[in-house]
C-alpha cells in the first residue's frame, strides 16, 4: 500500500494515477494506515492479481465508517480509472449499495487478470482505514459472526444496566440513575464508532453522524464525572474532590455544546482528548479515596475505574501514535471492558446500599436497646390497666346477666300466680302462704334490677351495647337449630298469657298456624314471649293478637296490641337496653328481643302509632315440609 497527501483536495484520481511514478506516492511505514487527526485528503495505491483461472468477484471493505467523503477506483492495466463507490458526507445511509456498517465497494476480475485499486478519503474524526479483500461468500459470514458478537455483547450489557437500575433505584441509590445514564452514553459511543448508529438510530442524518462522536464522548464523560461524585458523595465528604468533580461537569457541558459548531478543528479533538484523561483520573481518584476510607462497594468501584482505564488509555496512545494500534481491536476490547466494568460499577453501588443499611440497623438496634427499659415500665403499667378493663367488663357481664334473667322470670311467674289464683278450692293458709312467697319473689326481682341497673352513659346508650360478652350471647351461643312447628311456641306462649289478658279484661286472640320454622326454639320463646308479655302489660283497653304469616323463604311471627302506641323516637329510645318509654318498665324486654334477633340472624321490626297501638314482627327461616299458614291466618 501507498499513499499521496492531497492536503488542498483538488487532484483527480487521473492526476493522482500521473503522480504514481513519483516520490509524491509513499510506502506506509507503519502496520496500518493512520494519518491522526487531519483535515487533508489521502490518496491510496495497491494492486491486485486474479491468480484463479476463472472470472471472480470480491468486496473491498474499508473498516472507517465516519469517513466525510470517499472515492474508490479499479484501474486495468493501461486502461482507464473506473469509479466503483462513491460517498460523500451528505449522503443518508440508504444510498449505500451494500446495507453495512462500513463500507463496502465490489470489483470483478477476469482470470489472471492485474488491475490497481485507488482510493481516495477524507475524515474530520479520525483516518485510521482498515482494508480487506473478501469473497463474497466470506464477506457475509463474517458480517453475520460480527454483527451477532457485537449486539449480544451490547444486549448483555444493556440488559444487565437496565436491571440494576431498577434493582438499585428500588433500593433508594441515589447513584443508580447516574450509573445507568453512564453505561448507555458509554455503549451508545461505542454504536457510534462502529458504525451501527448510523445504520440503525439516524440513517436519514448524515451530518450528526459525522460529528455525533464528541457529544456522545461528551455525555458519557459528564454522565461518569456525575456518578463517582454521587458514591462517594464528594460535596458532604471531599468538598476538593467536588469542585473538581463540578468543573469536570461543566466542561462536558461545554464540550457537548461547542462541538457543534467546533468539531471540525483539530485543537478541538485534542481538548475531547484531555477532557477523557481528567474524567478517567477523577474516576481512579473517587475509587482511591472510596477505598482508602473504608466505604463500602470502594473496592469495586477503584476495579471498574481502573477497567475503564485500559481501553481509553489505549485509545489514547493510538491517537497520539497513529497506525501502531488497531481501532477495531480496541473497540472489541472497550466492549468487554464495559461490561466488567459496568458489573462493578452495580456491584459497588450495591455493596455500598448493603453497608449503608447495615450502618442504619446497627444504629436503630441501638435505640430500641434503650428504649426496652422505657417501654418495660410503660408495659407493666399497660397490663395493669388491661387487667383492670377486663375485671370491669366481666362485672358489667354479670350484671347484665343476672338483670336479663330476672327480666325472663318475670315472665312465667306472672303466668304462674294467674294460673294459682283461679284454683278456687285451695286452702286459705295455703294460699296465704303461697301468695307471700310469689310477693316475696317479686320484690326480690323488682330490687335486682333496680341495683342492676347501670348509671347513665354519655350516648344514652345501655351497657349491653358495650364490647363485653352479653347473657344473650352467651345463651345463643350454641345457635341450637331445629326444624319444629311454629305452633309449638304460639301455643306455648298463649297459654303463659290468656289467664293475664282476661283478667285486665283484655281480648286475647292467637292464630294458629302449620308453619314450620329452623331456629332455636328457645331463643324464639323468649322473643316470642317477652312481646306478648309487653303488649298485654302496656295495653289498657281493647286486645292482643298473636299469630304469623309466611313472607318468601321466611314466617314472619307478628304480636298486635291496641295499646298507647309509640312514636319513632319512642321507639328507638325503647330498643336500647335501659331506656324506658313513656309507659314505664324495666327497659330491657324489646332490647333484649333487638339483640336475640340480631345473634339468631331474625328480622326485628316495630310499627307503632301513638294513640292507635303497636306491631311488632319477627322473621324467622322457613323449616323443610312446610305447607303454609291455614285458611284463617292468611
Not at 451501527?196 to 436519514?204: G, H, I, K, M, T
Not at 447495615?358 to 399497660?382: G, V
Request: charged share 20%.
Amino acid at each position: 500500500m501507498r499513499y499521496l497527501v492531497d492536503g488542498e483536495k483538488t487532484l483527480t484520481a487521473k492526476e493522482a494515477l500521473r503522480l504514481l511514478p513519483t516520490n509524491r506516492f509513499r510506502s506506509v511505514d507503519t502496520p496500518l494506515v493512520d494519518f491522526g487527526f487531519t483535515k487533508a485528503r489521502f490518496w491510496l495505491w495497491t494492486e491486485v492479481e486474479n491468480a484463479s483461472n476463472a472470472p471472480g468477484t470480491w468486496n473491498l471493505v474499508l473498516g472507517n465508517p465516519l469517513v466525510d467523503t470517499l472515492d474508490v477506483y479499479l484501474v486495468p492495466e493501461g486502461g482507464e480509472p473506473v469509479e466503483i463507490l462513491s460517498h460523500s458526507f451528505d449522503e443518508p445511509f440508504s444510498a449505500r449499495k451494500t446495507a453495512y456498517r462500513n463500507f463496502v465497494a465490489t470489483f470483478r476480475l477476469g482470470p489472471h487478470e492485474r488491475a490497481g485499486l485507488l482510493i481516495a478519503y477524507s475524515s474530520k474524526a479520525a483516518t485510521q482505514q482498515l482494508t480487506y479483500i473478501e469473497s463474497p461468500d466470506y464477506f457475509f459470514a463474517q458480517v453475520d459472526q460480527e454483527d451477532m458478537h457485537n449486539f449480544l455483547v451490547l444486549g448483555l450489557l444493556l440488559g444487565m444496566t437496565l436491571v440494576s437500575v431498577i434493582y438499585l433505584t428500588a433500593l433508594r441509590s441515589k447513584a443508580a440513575l447516574f450509573y445507568g445514564v453512564y453505561i448507555c452514553a458509554a455503549a451508545l459511543y461505542l454504536f457510534q464508532t462502529d458504525g451501527y448508529a448510523f445504520q440503525f438510530l439516524w440513517p436519514s442524518w448524515p451530518m450528526w453522524n459525522n460529528m455525533a462522536v464528541v457529544p456522545i464522548g461528551a455525555a458519557w464523560a459528564g454522565a461518569g464525572l456525575l456518578f463517582a461524585r454521587s458514591f462517594i458523595d464528594a460535596p458532604k465528604n471531599h468538598p476538593l474532590l467536588n469542585r473538581l468533580f463540578v468543573a469536570g461537569v461543566i466542561a462536558s457541558a461545554a464540550m457537548f455544546l461547542s462541538s457543534f459548531w467546533l468539531f471540525e478543528a483539530a485543537w478541538f479533538k485534542f481538548i475531547a482528548l484531555a477532557l477523557a484523561v481528567f474524567s478517567t483520573s477523577l474516576y481512579v481518584a473517587a475509587g482511591v479515596v472510596a477505598f482508602r476510607r473504608g466505604q463500602p462497594g470502594g473496592r469495586f468501584f477503584l476495579a471498574g475505574a481502573l477497567i475503564v482505564v485500559a481501553p481509553i488509555l489505549f485509545g489514547l496512545v493510538s491517537y497520539a501514535w497513529p497506525g501502531q494500534f488497531s481501532q477495531d481491536l480496541i473497540g472489541h476490547g472497550a466492549r468487554y471492558a464495559l461490561m466488567l466494568e459496568g458489573t462493578a460499577f452495580a456491584l459497588a453501588i450495591f455493596a455500598n446500599i448493603l453497608g449503608l443499611r447495615r450502618e442504619r440497623n446497627d444504629a436503630m438496634r441501638s435505640e430500641i436497646a434503650e428504649t426496652r427499659e422505657k417501654l418495660a415500665a410503660i408495659e407493666a403499667l399497660q397490663e395493669a390497666k388491661h387487667k383492670h378493663e377486663r375485671a370491669v367488663q366481666l362485672a358489667e357481664r354479670r350484671r347484665d346477666q343476672l338483670a336479663t334473667t330476672a327480666h325472663d322470670i318475670q315472665q312465667p311467674l306472672a303466668s304462674l300466680r294467674m294460673a294459682l289464683r283461679q284454683i278456687e278450692n285451695l286452702a286459705g293458709a295455703d294460699s296465704k302462704k303461697i301468695t307471700g312467697s310469689l310477693a316475696y319473689l317479686d320484690q326480690l326481682i323488682d330490687r335486682n334490677l333496680k341495683e342492676t341497673r347501670p348509671p347513665a352513659t354519655h350516648d344514652g346508650q345501655g351497657e349491653m351495647d358495650g364490647h363485653h360478652e352479653s347473657y344473650g350471647e352467651v345463651a345463643t351461643r350454641a345457635n341450637d337449630t331445629e326444624n319444629f312447628p311454629v305452633s309449638v311456641v304460639l301455643e306455648n306462649v298463649a297459654r303463659m298469657f290468656e289467664a293475664e289478658a282476661r283478667e285486665k279484661g283484655l281480648g286475647f286472640r292467637t292464630i294458629p298456624s302449620s308453619h314450620r320454622v329452623g331456629a332455636d326454639p328457645i331463643a324464639l320463646m323468649r322473643i316470642v314471649s317477652n312481646l306478648v308479655s309487653n303488649a298485654v302489660k302496656y295495653t289498657g283497653t281493647g286486645s292482643v293478637l298473636l299469630g304469623c304469616r309466611r313472607n318468601g323463604d321466611r314466617v314472619r311471627i307478628e304480636v298486635h296490641d291496641t295499646g298507647a302506641g309509640m312514636s319513632p323516637d319512642e321507639v328507638d329510645r325503647v330498643l336500647r337496653p335501659y331506656q324506658k318509654g313513656e309507659t314505664g318498665g324495666t327497659g330491657l324486654g324489646l332490647a333484649v328481643v333487638a339483640r336475640l334477633a340480631r345473634e339468631q340472624g331474625f328480622a326485628f321490626d316495630v310499627i307503632s302509632t301513638p294513640g292507635r297501638g303497636s306491631a311488632f314482627s319477627v322473621s324467622v327461616p322457613r323449616g323443610t315440609a312446610d305447607t303454609g299458614c291455614n285458611r284463617h291466618q292468611e
